[in-house]
């Protein structure tokens, strides 16, 4: 037995800097990620996505493809084991594409028709290609515009409400002085982890057991269960390493399509999505067309706020890209009215990709402001400082803490924006058009129900058992430091196991809410292991375990705004010649509650501000009409951010203390894109003296809309 | 007689001989993934457009999934778990270890290894794009930030871990003493 007694309190781990405990694994190749866990009798499948974008499928011709080498069944429509779709999952009814090979609609171009399941990945492969599908082909709309009349305005979610409104917006804007009224459009965008997604299936003693990679193994596990009808109890999902999700690893086609596979075959089936399926059967960040109407004093105090975001959903499933919520955080007016309206179109269903809504809604909202300041001829940040709110806009209620100002005050002291002049189009330096913008920043800080346990092991170590998902943000790192304070020990004594269904159920990596969630449960877990290991006495063999549950707590949670917030300033620099533009510079200042890992957090916010500058510059997803399906459905024909594209950036933080909140900590994944593809647009126009208002800013968008300007300048006819 | 679809092979990793049979179709990131254990190496998009497969073959880079099984017998392979000497990391490992060269990690093993190339290409004198001189007069240019991130562009990383990887490079290539001193940006 070891005694607890004489051991020095340690604390202090939580704020300083550690390198990620599964480091060494990452960086020698050691870490396993889902599709790299090898079984005996392994089976490889490979899904078969319709080539049409609207029809019935009329025979799928497995016959031949079964008398293929190697081939082992070929699942669809006609012969698949039926699931149940008609269930509330813990994010609200599943997308119909889990339903897997339920009947013979298609509803878009790239839903799932097939699979085949073979030896080898490579008999399997070329046994996909080789099956024909035939369809009876129905006509399909893919067109994604602002005004479209068949635009209508969805139910509210517990996610989203779709509409807000006070005072009178248009009286508002008829007293104002200055008005903005402006239309920005953001474009189809993906996520694209670097890993595609994989799971492997089997069945195990009675058990099903998943190797997957996904953001919540409890919650992918609940959806198995759910959507095939087993006992909660008989499946085991585990997600050991993640290589990135970004709001895209939920339950997907693959891993049901290898749980159906497994059950017919009683072999293990692995299914790995190719890179282009990804572009269809994962999600992705919906096309927005927004409108803002702005009315102020000449001053530049809000009198009429009005924000409306229109985006697209399928056919078979209502997703809300939620653009509009910004204004219900950020700014104030007498008027105020913020709403969302979708389109249904043949195309799949969208999803939460990081900062969803924010990231999109920001871009406009954030532009706006900078048009407002340029009308009203005063300062951007001195707009803000104008316009900040002392409660929540729509709510009313308080703030947990609200330190945007803060963070534009130590952005533009660290980026020298008191130096700038702000009129647009003067700084020349050879062919390039130099300029500098900012926007602010907001990402809500919320946090779910999470079950933990810690152990005291006989030897003086600790485990801290915890369903979390590391995604690449560092959250083992990160509880095993908030374990390591609470515990008072030091982080070398603490190991954390996360990522498997069997720890119990706990939040998922997603919406900013992980590290906030988990820590919670963490703390009170081991604030009472501490509390019962101070009253002395000896450690038995199997330890000595305490467990939590954070549901009740966080019911009792008082009504507040919850939110990070941040202030982002970016540099350029526009190539009058080509219409290149090149950002020379980025730097985010946040505020963001306590920040648990400096090393981590760090990557994390500049992880995201890479995002904004990869939205404001590249990412563009382009929807052939007439296929109904994506052109350059791959890394080359979706480009993202490459080391060439990305300069020096920082991001740092202010503090934030949160008063009476329990946690202290809040969430930094999505924080970072957010108001960067404004900052950047900002920054084009004091470079060009053109506003942008259509991602991402092309070259050719550059030229086209320099010329325009110059035509205009000119009194052409250019258009207005 | 059906044309023959599989063949022995024996291929040289990491110092190692394996002989296995593979079927002609297998590339050598399926090879080394799926018959030989060899997980370190990342499929990220299977058609050599984001890196993450990144092997040295006879010292130089080269994305494994474009590459046949059958075509590499003959080569020196190095893959991720050849870098290192025993337990001592490769000093470019240990750089992305210490400055937080990534996240997710599933692009790291191509990042390392590529890197590695670089520096040593980078030595030999070789120019990029972003250099400005490439007369042979001109000499090597310093290993600086604009060279790095040219050079490192066909590894691709979703999490945006570059400014990292760009410093852990330049801290590399220092220690491992090809680098000037010149302090990179």
Known sequence: ?720 | MAPSTSSAITLNINGEKYTLPVDHRTTLLDALRERLDLTGSKKGCDQGQCGACTVLLDGRRAVSCLQLAVAAEGRVITTIEGVADGEQLHPVQQAFLDLDGFQCGYCTPGQICSAIAVIEEHAAGWPSAATDDVRPEAGVPALGAEEIRERMSGNLCRCGAYVSIVQAVAQAAEATGTQDKEAVA
């Not at chain 1, 003067?426 to 919320?446: D, H, I």
């Not at chain 1, 943000?473 to 390591?484: F, H, I, P, S, Y």
């Open chain 1, 1 to 720: 037995m070891t005694t607890t007694t004489g051991v020095a309190a340690v604390t202090g781990a939580v704020g300083s800097a550690h390198t990620r405990v599964e480091g060494r694994d990452k960086v020698t190749g050691a870490a396993r990620y889902s599709g790299e866990v090898p079984f005996a009798e392994l089976t490889h499948g490979w899904l078969v996505l319709s080539t049409v974008a609207r029809g019935r499928i009329r025979s799928v011709g497995d016959g031949p493809v079964l008398a293929m080498p190697g081939v082992l069944t070929v699942l669809h429509h006609g012969n698949a084991p039926r699931v149940d779709t008609d269930y509330m999952g813990m994010l609200g009814r599943p997308n119909p594409i889990v339903g897997l090979f339920q009947h013979d609609r298609v509803p878009f171009a790239g839903w799932p028709v097939a699979l085949v399941v073979a030896e080898t990945s490579e008999q399997a492969r070329e046994a996909a290609e080789a099956l024909v599908v035939q369809y009876d082909e129905e006509p399909h709309d893919v067109a994604f515009h602002s005004g479209r009349s068949d635009a209508y305005t969805p139910g509210d979610t517990p996610i989203v409400k779709a509409e807000t409104e006070k005072g009178d917006v248009e009286a508002g804007l008829d007293a104002s002085a200055v008005v903005v009224d402006a239309e920005y459009t953001t474009p189809e965008e993906h996520h694209n982890p670097m890993e595609p997604h994989a799971a492997t299936a089997r069945w195990d003693g009675g058990r099903l057991d998943v190797i997957d990679s996904n953001q919540g193994s409890s919650w992918v596990a609940s959806e198995l269960a759910q959507l095939f009808s087993f006992d909660p109890a008989s499946v085991r999902v585990r997600s050991e390493h993640v290589g990135g999700a970004f709001g895209s690893k939920g339950l997907s086609p693959h891993q049901v399509a290898a749980v159906m596979a497994t059950t017919v075959l009683h072999r293990p089936v692995r299914v790995v999505l190719t890179r282009s399926q990804m572009f269809s059967l994962i999600g992705y960040r919906s096309p927005t067309a927004q409108r803002i109407r702005l009315g102020a004093d000449a001053d530049g105090r809000l009198r009429a706020f009005d924000h409306q975001a229109q985006s697209l959903t399928s056919t078979v499933h209502e997703f809300v890209e939620s653009s509009a919520v910004l204004g219900r955080v950020m700014y104030d007016a007498d008027a105020h009215h913020t709403l969302h309206r979708l389109v249904r179109l043949d195309v799949p269903t969208p999803t939460w990709m990081r900062a969803p809504g924010e990231a999109p809604g920001s871009f406009a909202l954030e532009s706006a402001l900078d048009e407002l300041a340029e009308k009203c001829g005063i300062d951007p940040i001195a707009l803000r400082v104008r316009n900040e709110p002392e409660a929540g806009p729509v709510s009313g209620l308080p703030f947990s803490s609200r330190n945007v100002l803060a963070c534009f005050e130590e952005g533009a002291r660290r980026f020298g924006w008191a130096d700038r002049d702000p009129r647009p189009g003067l700084r020349r330096e050879g062919r390039w058009l130099l300029g500098s913008g900012t926007a602010a920043a907001t990402y809500p800080s919320g946090v779910g129900p999470s079950t933990a346990a810690v152990t005291a092991e006989a030897d003086g170590t600790f485990t801290v058992r915890i369903n979390a998902a590391d995604v690449g943000t560092g959250a083992r790192t990160a509880m095993t430091l908030v374990a390591a304070d609470a515990l008072e020990v030091d982080p070398d004594r603490v190991r954390v196991r996360i990522a498997d269904s069997d720890l119990g159920p706990a939040m998922i990596a997603g919406g900013s809410m992980g590290t906030r969630s988990w820590a919670w449960a963490v703390t009170v877990a081991a604030n009472e292991l501490r509390e019962r290991l101070s009253l002395g006495g000896g450690i038995p063999p199997e330890g000595i375990t305490a467990r939590s549950n954070t549901a009740e707590a966080i019911g009792a949670l008082t009504q507040k705004e919850r939110h990070s917030f941040g202030a982002q300033f970016a540099e350029v620099a526009v190539d009058v010649d080509t219409g290149e533009v090149r950002v020379r510079r980025l730097l985010g200042i946040y505020a963001a509650g306590t920040i648990v890992n400096p090393l981590t957090a760090r990557s994390q916010f500049i992880g995201g501000m890479i995002w904004g500058l990869s939205m404001a510059l590249h990412e563009e997803a382009i929807r052939d009409q007439a296929s109904g399906s994506h052109v350059g459905a791959d890394l080359a024909g979706y480009h993202f951010a490459s080391h060439a594209d990305v300069p020096i950036i920082e991001a740092d933080w202010v503090d934030d203390p949160v008063p009476g909140d329990p946690v202290g900590i809040k969430g930094i994944g999505e924080i970072g894109i957010v108001g960067v593809a404004a900052a950047i647009a900002n920054a084009v126009w004091h470079a060009t003296g053109v506003r942008h208002r259509d991602l991402p800013i092309r070259p050719d968008r550059v030229l086209c809309a320099a010329d325009e300007a110059r035509r205009r300048a000119a009194g052409g006819a250019g258009s207005a």
